[in-house]
């Protein structure tokens, strides 16, 4: 019955950082920003989804943070930042905009990797003179562009017009979702994660999720349920490596693949099977992994780059 708004211990628990920070987003909006590891080492910074926060990378921040610097924020109204009436995807765009700029210096390069929203917010930024600065390279986990509540197989019916509109009403209740109780982690289980996820990830993103307030997870709701962010895709013009689970019901394989066909440079599409909608938490190693082997490919090369430049004109 415990209202603790992420685990305590155990892999999914989130680290101390090195240092806290608050952004001040263009309009105003105050955004937490978490950073770990090395002052100096290649710069990781990634962006949670929808009802979450940054403890939902605890997993990627401890194996990382070894040999990287990584930020991590909180999404305005998530976690330690503050609701803000001013919700959408130039938000999010905004944001992300300011994180970058106040935790990387002019010219470096770093790896952005975003989970559901957060990868709909890499999309949404994609012009951003920040991202076309700073991303070397990105990772997009479990996540879409358009058509998320038609295509969502959390309602278990054909697809139609029943379904979406089920499917609307059951992503966007005001309902609170109270304690973390046995029947809530089967419910959260059921609709988010793959069914051989192990008791203690589903716990930890029990937690995580039902610490959202919900006028936010609703008024967020409303948001990705009218996304469209098609023309975006053509935007993200730096390499672009897609992960999605086969079990994943809130946004099928079909994203992912309509992703990796629209990307002007994806470097990959992994399809994890059985792995649901959470695939940071379930499927740590792997996540891990891809972000760690983007910054040795891409951050290195374009240090290389500066570096050659620098000779050349000194």
Not at 112 to 127: D, F, L, N, P
Not at 305 to 312: G, I, Q, S, T
Request: positive net charge.
């Amino acid at each position: 019955m415990s209202r603790l708004l992420h685990v305590a211990a155990g892999p999914y628990a989130p680290p101390v950082p090195a240092r806290e920070l608050t952004v001040t987003a263009a309009d105003g909006a105050r955004i937490h920003v978490q950073v770990h590891g090395p002052e100096h080492a290649p710069a990781v910074v990634l962006a949670h989804g929808w009802a979450c926060s940054t403890a939902f990378w605890a997993a990627q921040v401890r194996a990382l943070a070894a040999d990287h610097r990584v930020v991590v924020y909180d999404q305005r109204g998530h976690g330690r930042s503050p609701a803000n009436p001013a919700c959408g995807t130039e938000a999010l765009a905004d944001d992300l905009e300011a994180v970058l700029t106040a935790t990387l210096t002019p010219g470096e390069r770093a790896v952005i990797a975003g989970h559901s929203m957060g990868g709909m917010t890499v999309m949404a930024a994609a012009t951003r003179p920040a991202v076309r600065e700073h991303a070397a390279a990105v990772l997009l986990c479990s996540t879409g562009s358009s058509r998320l509540v038609a295509s969502s197989t959390v309602v278990p019916l054909g697809e139609g017009r029943v379904r979406t509109w089920l499917t609307r009403r059951i992503l966007g209740s005001r309902a609170p979702l109270g304690p973390v109780t046995p029947l809530a982690r089967k419910i959260l289980k059921y609709g988010t994660m793959g069914p051989g996820s192990a008791p203690h990830m589903v716990d930890a993103c029990a937690r995580i999720v039902h610490a959202c307030p919900r006028r936010v997870r609703h008024a967020w709701s409303e948001v990705l349920g009218l996304l469209d962010l098609d023309h975006n895709i053509r935007e993200l013009t730096m390499p672009v490596e897609v992960v999605v689970g086969t079990a994943d019901r809130l946004t099928p394989p079909v994203h992912a693949r309509s992703l990796a066909a629209a990307l002007p440079h994806c470097v990959g599409l992994t399809e994890l099977r059985g792995v649901g909608h959470m695939t940071p938490v379930e499927a740590p190693d792997l996540v891990t992994g891809k972000i760690r082997a983007l910054a040795a490919t891409y951050i290195s090369d374009a240090r290389s780059e500066r570096a050659v430049h620098a000779e050349e004109s000194a």
